[in-house]
C-alpha cells in the first residue's frame, strides 16, 4: 500500500472549485502584489490568532528576518535560539550580520528549555547597565531578542520563557511556522511574544500554491515598520526612509489562502484524529518499549503540522517502511550547531546532548487529515512487522 508523508492532491480535491475561482478572480483584477486579497489576509490571520495586525511577507523565512530587523538586530549582534529547529531560524539571524546563540530544547516538546535560557543569561552574559542591555561575556555581542521554535506544531514554554526574556529586557520572536492554530494556555501560537512569524510553504496546515509567510505582533510600530521593511523600506513609492527588502505576499497566493483558513482548524482536528488513533493502535500493537510518542504537554494544544516518534534503529525503520510504500523524513537529521556553516561559531557535537539525541532518533509519519484509517493501521503493521523481525 502506498502512503505518502503528505497527500496534497486528496486535499485540493475538496476545494479544487474554490481555489480556481479564487485564482481566477485575481487574474480578472490584474492586480498581483498589495491587493484588497493580501489586505484581508492579513486580517483574517491576525483574527485567527488574537493579535492584532498582520503583514504578509514572501517566506517564513523572510518572516523571521524582517521581524528581527524591525527590533533592530544587525550586525554584531546576538540572537538566543535553538539549534533543533529548520535551518531558517538561525539563517535570518545569520543573514542580518548578528550571531546566533544556542539553548538546548525541553525534552519531550522540543521547544527552548527555560531554564537553558536562564542559565545562559545568567551565567553567559553580563548587564550593561549604561547600555540598557545585555552583553555576551565572550563574544562581546549584544544579545537583542530571544527567538524560541514551536516545533511540529506544539508550542514552547511561553510563560517562562517570557519571564526570564522580561527580566532581562529582551523581546520575543516566536517562530511559530509550523503552529498555526496551537494553543497555549488559553492564547494562540504568535499572539503569545513581541511578534510571531508564520510560514505558507505548500506542506504546513496552512499551505499556499508556493511560498509566503505572514508577521502578526499587537504592537502597531513594530507592525508599521515590517511593513516599511517589506517594501524597499519606502513609506510612499520612491520615499525611502530605510534599506528595506523586497518581501511581499502576493494577490495569488492570498487568494488561495483566503479559500482555505476557513478549512483550517478542521484539518488540524483531523490531524488530531489521527494522532490520536496512532497512539491506541501502537499501544495495541505493544511497540511502547521501543517507540516514544509525541506528547501534549499540560496548558498546550497540538496541531501536529508532523506526527514525530522516537524509534530504536531510527534508519533502519525508516528505510524498512520507504520498502513497504510509506514516506517518513527526519526533521531534523544534523542539529544547527553541528551544521559545517555554522562550524565558526565554536560548538561542540556534545554541547546540546537533548538536541544531537533528537536529530538521530525522531521520525515523521503520514498523519495529513486525509490519512485512512486502512493506511494509518498499514504504517502501524509495518512498524511491528520491523521490530518483531529485529526481536
Excluded at 205 to 210: S, Y
Excluded at 243 to 263: H, T
Excluded at 320 to 349: D, K, M, N, S
Aim: proline residues 5%; contains cysteine; aromatic residues 10%.
Amino acid at each position: 500500500m502506498n502512503v505518502p508523508l503528505l497527500d496534497l492532491q486528496a486535499q485540493y480535491a475538496t476545494i479544487k472549485d474554490k481555489v480556481q475561482a479564487a485564482v481566477g478572480a485575481v487574474f480578472e483584477s490584474q492586480r498581483f502584489v498589495l491587493g484588497a486579497q493580501g489586505a484581508a489576509l492579513e486580517e483574517e490571520i491576525a483574527r485567527h490568532c488574537g493579535a492584532a495586525f498582520g503583514v504578509g511577507v514572501a517566506s517564513g523565512t523572510d518572516a523571521l528576518l524582517l521581524s528581527l530587523r524591525a527590533l533592530g538586530v544587525g550586525a554584531g549582534d546576538g540572537v538566543v535560539t535553538v539549534p533543533f529547529t529548520f535551518f531558517a531560524t538561525a539563517g535570518a539571524v545569520v543573514n542580518l550580520g548578528a550571531r546566533p546563540f544556542f539553548v538546548d530544547i525541553e525534552p519531550v516538546g522540543y521547544g527552548m528549555d527555560p531554564d537553558r535560557l536562564a542559565s545562559f543569561l545568567e551565567g553567559e552574559c553580563r548587564p550593561d547597565t549604561a547600555a540598557r542591555c545585555v552583553v555576551h561575556k565572550a563574544s562581546g555581542a549584544t544579545i537583542r531578542a530571544v527567538l524560541p521554535v514551536h516545533l511540529y506544531g506544539q508550542c514552547a514554554d511561553m510563560d517562562p520563557i517570557l519571564e526570564v526574556a522580561r527580566r532581562y529586557g529582551l523581546p520575543v520572536v516566536e517562530d511559530a511556522c509550523q503552529a498555526i492554530g496551537a494553543d497555549y494556555k488559553g492564547k494562540k501560537a504568535g499572539a503569545l511574544g513581541d511578534l510571531g512569524c508564520f510560514s505558507f510553504f505548500p506542506s504546513k496546515n496552512l499551505g499556499g500554491a508556493g511560498d509566503g509567510g505572514m508577521v502578526v505582533t499587537s504592537d502597531r510600530g513594530l507592525a508599521d515598520r515590517v511593513r516599511l521593511l517589506r517594501g524597499h523600506g519606502a513609506h510612499a513609492r520612491y520615499f525611502h526612509d530605510i534599506v528595506g527588502f523586497n518581501s511581499r505576499l502576493d494577490e495569488l497566493q492570498a487568494a488561495v489562502l483566503r479559500v482555505k483558513l476557513p478549512y483550517l482548524d478542521e484539518w488540524s482536528e483531523g490531524r488530531r484524529r489521527n494522532a490520536a488513533a496512532y497512539g491506541e493502535d501502537f499501544r495495541a500493537a505493544g511497540l511502547l518499549d521501543v517507540l516514544q510518542l509525541p506528547e501534549v504537554l499540560p496548558g498546550r494544544s497540538h496541531i501536529f503540522h508532523q506526527y514525530v516518534i522516537r524509534a530504536e534503529r531510527r534508519d533502519e525503520l525508516q528505510a524498512f517502511l520507504r520498502e513497504g510504500g510509506i514516506g517518513t523524513e527526519v526533521y531534523y537529521p544534523v542539529p544547527l550547531h553541528e551544521q559545517e556553516c555554522f562550524r565558526g561559531l565554536g560548538y561542540g557535537a556534545d554541547d546540546f546532548p537533548r538536541s544531537r539525541a533528537a536529530s538521530r532518533s525522531t521520525l515523521a509519519l503520514p498523519v495529513y487529515p486525509e490519512l485512512s484509517a486502512e493506511q494509518r493501521r498499514w504504517v502501524v503493521d509495518r512498524i511491528a512487522r520491523f521490530y518483531r523481525g529485529a526481536a
